[in-house]
């Protein structure tokens, strides 16, 4: 059987059935495979570097791959992560090296690259940099984090995006249209609301699409609703990964939304995590650092409540634990901001590793044995409780540092 025949039998899923069997078929990625674009320009000259496509689920990398290798008449491998090894890895090398006898390239895809540890991610490079494969890497975690930096430097990494949902209507009216391999046949009318609320639970992801789509055609009597949609969606996992890139994102979206006083998109940052199931007092740590980091003494309240929140989150748990969380969130949105202590620490931080250890001022210096008060040690300090302001003139800081300024005056 041909590399890329279509299988049209009614027992594989629809979104294995509607896979674009030409590049002319393949939606999205314009930034891309739009005309005098990147990978366009790259196809068209049949002049291929390794590749590593990063992208969400159902973005089409995958099936990129393989079109991708088509066009250019290459022998293509496809490798899981999951289940290939270094063995493998030496069974194609052999296979590319004969391909190359008869002026064939191999291209090698492995999908999850990002599963492979650091030796067997070190097994491709040679073959790689001699141009005996052409790697093509998918994944949906970031490469800078996943994957080696020797493989990493060796390959382009191209940014696929989520599909739109104007891509996405076109992906499934044509699902619906197609009477050999997706529901022509089944003459299913769906109702306009109906394919729209489709495109957006599909949060840009084609083969989602394709497979609520298709669960919903089962359950339909002929005419798709919003209704027999919902029926078919069930409940929706929201994409989030505790350990990875996402759970990152979304606290650093978080943060960067109480800092700018944006109270709605806190609330929405704090609801996606939560929902996603990160853990509450993860959430709560971080609060107490930004009462004290972002708010600090223009409201000096801010950390109490921080501290407060986390042990009421410790205390009553999940699922009720959002209500204390929501409560902080929005009062930090919400307060007055100031980092200036937090600056200020930084820039004696710095004075510390530049000057390391100043000598402190005579006058300051505890004088516990009569040898110490001989030789200065606190002689001359000002007791400020005997001055009216409490603020006798005197020097604090070392010598060297004295006109030093860390913490504005002007500024809570």
Known sequence: MELFSQDTSRTRPLAVRMRPASLEEFVGQRHLLGEGRFLERLIHQGNLPSLIFWGPPGSGKTTLSRLIAQRMKADFVEFSAVISGIQDIKKVVERAKTNALYGRRTILFVDEIHRFNRTQQDAFLPHVEEGIITLIGATTENPSFEVTSPLLSR???????????????????????????????????????????????????????????????????GRITTEVVKEALQKETLLYDKSGEEHYNLISAFIKSMRG???????????????????????????VIFASEDVGNADPQALPLAIATKEAVDFVGMPEGWIPLAHCATYLARAPKSNASYRAYLLAKEDVKRFGHLPVPLHLRCAPTELMKKLGYGRGYKYPHDYKDKKPPQQYLPDRLKHRRYYPTDED
């Open 155 to 221: 390959c382009k990494v191209l940014l696929l995006e989520p599909l739109s949902a104007e891509e996405i209507r076109e992906i499934l009216l044509r699902a619906l249209r197609d009477k050999e391999r997706g529901l022509g046949s089944m003459q299913i009318e769906v109702e306009e609301p109906a394919l729209t609320l489709m495109c957006e639970y599909s949060y840009g992801d084609a083969r989602k699409a394709l497979n609520l789509l298709e669960a919903s055609a089962m359950i339909a009597r």
């Open 261 to 287: 006083s944006d109270v709605d998109a806190t609330v929405y940052w704090l609801c996606r995590m939560l929902e996603a199931g990160e853990d509450p007092l993860f959430i709560a740590r971080r609060m």
